[in-house]
Every structure is written in C-alpha cells, then in structure tokens.
C-alpha cells in the first residue's frame, strides 16, 4: 500500500559524503515516522536515524555527528546526508516508514520497507 523508491547509495573513498533520498508514495493519509536502516553483512539490521512527525530525531551513536536525517513533508520524502563516512559505514541501507494510509472504510495503520540501497565506503 505505500511504496518507498530509494536512491542516492554508491562507492565512495573514505571521508567522503553521500546523500540518500526515499520517496514515499500511495494511499498514504499520515506520516508516524521514517527511518533509515543498515544492513551490513553478516551483522543484524540496524536503525541509524529515525524522524518523526514531529521533527524529533534519533540516530545510533556511531553515526552522531556525522548523518543527518531529514525530511521534505511535500514530497513524502526522507533524506540521509552522510559525511565523513568510514568503511564501517559500508551496509545496505534501508528506508522504513510508519504511518496511516486510507482505505475504502477509512484509514489503517501501516509500514513499509523500501528495497535497500548499497553503501561501500573504501579505505
């Protein structure tokens, strides 16, 4: 019912920026939350910054500093800038959203994830 579209992974030197975008679309009524996640291999998924509706952020403490999570409320669209990224920063990154979509007896609760996109970050 809500499909996100991400973008904006690749390769990139150590110490160097990435800016990811995820764009979220269908019957969606309400926005609770969006959030980023990573995946590296052979770790767990792992929440790296997180917004809610009310602009409240919280980022995993390995990332503070240097991500930030933001949001154009427009377009239905999460950003995560990246800066001074390390190789341990190489995972899937994963975009996640929580809200309300309408229905045809109203508005439901719903989540979605979006399909990842890679990170590397080189030495």
């Known amino acids: 019912q809500v499909q996100l579209v991400e973008s904006g992974g690749g390769l990139v030197q150590s110490g160097g920026s990435l800016r990811l975008s995820c764009a979220a679309s269908?019957?969606?009524?309400?926005?609770?939350?969006m959030a980023w996640y990573r995946q590296a291999p052979g770790k767990q998924r792992e929440l790296v910054a997180d917004?809610?509706?009310?602009?409240?952020?919280n980022y995993v403490d390995s990332v503070k500093g240097r991500f930030t999570i933001s949001r154009d409320n427009a377009k239905n669209t999460v950003y995560l800038q990246m800066n001074s990224l390390k190789p341990e920063d190489t995972a899937v990154y994963y975009c996640?959203?929580?809200?309300?979509?309408?229905?045809?007896?109203?508005?439901?609760?719903?989540?979605?994830w979006g399909q990842g996109t890679q990170v590397t970050v080189s030495s």
């Open positions: 917004m809610t509706s009310g602009g409240s952020t």
């Open positions: 996640y959203f929580r809200g309300t979509i309408r229905y045809t007896m109203g508005v439901m609760t719903a989540t979605s």
């Open positions: 269908g019957r969606i009524f309400s926005i609770d939350a």
